[in-house]
């Protein structure tokens, strides 16, 4: 389940809509709300999870649950927490899971819609992750074993509940 969070660490943790170039939680906002998503190893089926976002005072609140499906016996959770960074220009995230995984990872500011994550400190190896937001209720992700690898390992979708 540690890829499972990774990904959705930045995907199903983050798609900007269109012109959010220049940064900022404004930027965020596309995710307020809940999502439910399939998403697992590119070699598997995927699962299903829900996925609740809020924001407050400029930060943005991401909350990843998977039900026990298939191989698991226990249900997964992840938490985690993004922000602008303005001195650096660039987003920050910092997840835990209830396995006792963790990352920091930083994105620069996108236009268009595509974003990419890389790890900058994480309990395991260090990833990339990229987020395309396909519509206003829908996203889709793919992670990477490592920042620089051009093949994905995880993908996943995501859609606004209604």
Same mark, same amino acid.
């Given at each position: 389940?540690?890829?499972f969070s990774?990904? /959705?660490?930045? $995907?199903?943790?983050?798609? =900007?809509? %269109? *012109?959010?170039?220049?940064?900022?939680?404004?930027?965020?906002?596309?995710?307020?709300?809940?999502?439910?998503?399939?998403?697992?190893?590119?070699?598997?089926?995927?699962?299903?999870?829900?996925?609740?976002?809020?924001?407050?005072?400029?930060?943005?609140?991401?909350?990843?649950?998977?039900?026990?499906?298939?191989?698991?016996?226990t249900p997964?959770? /992840?938490?985690? $927490?993004?922000?602008?960074? =303005?001195? %650096? *220009?660039?987003?920050?995230?910092?997840?835990?899971?209830?396995?006792?995984?963790?990352?920091?990872a930083y994105?620069?500011?996108?236009?268009?819609?595509?974003?990419?994550?890389?790890?900058?400190?994480?309990?395991?190896?260090?990833?990339?992750?990229?987020?395309?937001?396909?519509?206003?209720?829908?996203?889709?992700?793919?992670?990477?074993?490592?920042?620089?690898?051009?093949?994905?390992?995880?993908?996943?979708?995501?859609?606004?509940?209604?």
């Amino acid at each position: 389940m540690k890829r499972f969070s990774l990904v /959705l660490l930045f $995907a199903a943790a983050l798609t =900007a809509p %269109a *012109g959010a170039a220049g940064g900022g939680m404004d930027a965020m906002k596309y995710y307020v709300g809940s999502w439910t998503c399939m998403a697992g190893p590119t070699n598997d089926k995927p699962m299903s999870a829900t996925v609740e976002y809020t924001l407050n005072d400029s930060v943005l609140r991401q909350w990843v649950l998977v039900p026990a499906q298939g191989k698991m016996k226990t249900p997964y959770g /992840l938490s985690i $927490a993004y922000s602008w960074d =303005a001195k %650096a *220009g660039r987003y920050v995230s910092a997840q835990t899971d209830n396995e006792g995984s963790w990352s920091v990872a930083y994105a620069k500011p996108w236009s268009g819609n595509t974003e990419e994550w890389v790890d900058h400190a994480n309990s395991g190896k260090l990833t990339r992750n990229t987020t395309v937001r396909d519509s206003q209720n829908a996203f889709h992700f793919m992670g990477y074993p490592s920042a620089t690898s051009t093949t994905a390992n995880f993908k996943g979708t995501c859609k606004r509940a209604m």
